[in-house]
């Protein structure tokens, strides 16, 4: 491998990385506005917000890996929209801190939709 092959390399990994860390920092800032925004929906701590951005981000890389549909209330259409409500309620068994009933899930896949829709940032990975 050459030397321009090698900083290519780099570079295109460096770039994933920050790519990734742009998508949860993306991903908080939606799911905190979402959980203001929606009643029944509590996030407890800085760290539970934290948490539960990267657990949905896990949760919707393996959605889109093995069914190939994003969990994007306006992704996908109703497909989608159900896949956030569930998304966003499954999270609750996986972080401490993050509550979430049936009708709130719902509640908040319509918010985090319409706010992961005004926030700019690229959501693809």
């Given at each position: 491998m050459?030397?321009?092959?090698?900083?290519?390399?780099?570079?295109n990994?460096t770039?994933?990385?920050w790519?990734?860390?742009i998508?949860l920092v993306?991903?908080a800032?939606?799911?905190?506005?979402?959980?203001?925004?929606?009643?029944g929906?509590?996030?407890n701590?800085?760290?539970?917000l934290?948490?539960a951005?990267?657990?949905?981000?896990?949760m919707d890389?393996?959605?889109?890996?093995?069914?190939g549909?994003?969990?994007?209330?306006?992704g996908?259409?109703?497909?989608g929209f159900?896949?956030?409500a569930?998304t966003?309620?499954?999270?609750q068994y996986?972080?401490?801190g993050?509550t979430?009933s049936w009708?709130?899930a719902i509640i908040?896949?319509?918010v985090?939709?319409i706010?992961?829709?005004?926030?700019?940032g690229?959501?693809?990975?």
């Open positions: 050459n030397d321009n092959q090698s900083n290519t390399t780099s570079q990994t770039s994933t990385v790519q990734v860390i998508r993306v991903a800032i939606v799911l905190g506005i979402t959980a203001f925004f929606t009643p929906f509590q996030i701590s800085i760290w539970s934290a948490i951005a990267i657990v949905l981000t896990i890389y393996l959605i889109v890996k093995f069914t549909l994003h969990a994007s209330p306006f996908k259409g109703f497909v159900v896949l956030a569930v966003l309620y499954l999270t996986f972080v401490a993050y979430i009708v709130a908040g896949a319509l985090y939709g706010v992961d829709y005004i926030i700019p690229e959501q693809k990975m």
